[in-house]
Nanobody
Framework: QVQLVESGGGLVQPGESLRLSCAAS????????VGWYRQAPGKERELVAI???????DYLDSVKGRFTISKNNAKNTVYLQMDSLKPEDTAVYYC????????WGQGTQVTVSS
């Protein structure tokens, strides 16, 4: 059974940083596509950052240069370093893993507000 456990969300002020983590069990990251999505109130879920099995990385245009996705295959963990946060980054962030099937974390709230 695949489980994804996210951590690291919270309330920060504009310009500050957060680091999200997603630890997986029951699946090996080495052969999976991993990433982060987010969903703000009243909006559709959108892709924030992704590492494909080819090791290529893509980012949502609005987070390029501010967010960095990485993963540790040995720990089966994917990270999202978020710097220079803006109020429009406020959303529930979801970890995503695809290897054959698609799996989602439970979501972690990120709120950017002064």
């Amino acid at each position: 059974q695949v489980q994804l456990v996210e951590s690291g969300g919270g309330l920060v002020q504009p310009g500050e940083s957060l680091r999200l983590s997603c630890a997986a069990s029951g699946i090996f990251f080495s052969f999976a596509t991993v990433g982060w999505y987010r969903q703000a109130p009243g909006k559709e879920r959108e892709l924030v950052a992704i590492i494909r099995t080819s090791s290529t990385i893509d980012y949502l245009d609005s987070v390029k240069g501010r967010f960095t996705i990485s993963k540790n295959n040995a720990k089966n963990t994917v990270y999202l370093q978020m710097d220079s946060l803006k109020p429009e980054d406020t959303a529930v962030y979801y970890c995503y893993v695809m290897r054959g099937s698609r799996y989602w974390g439970q979501g972690t709230q990120v709120t950017v507000s002064s």
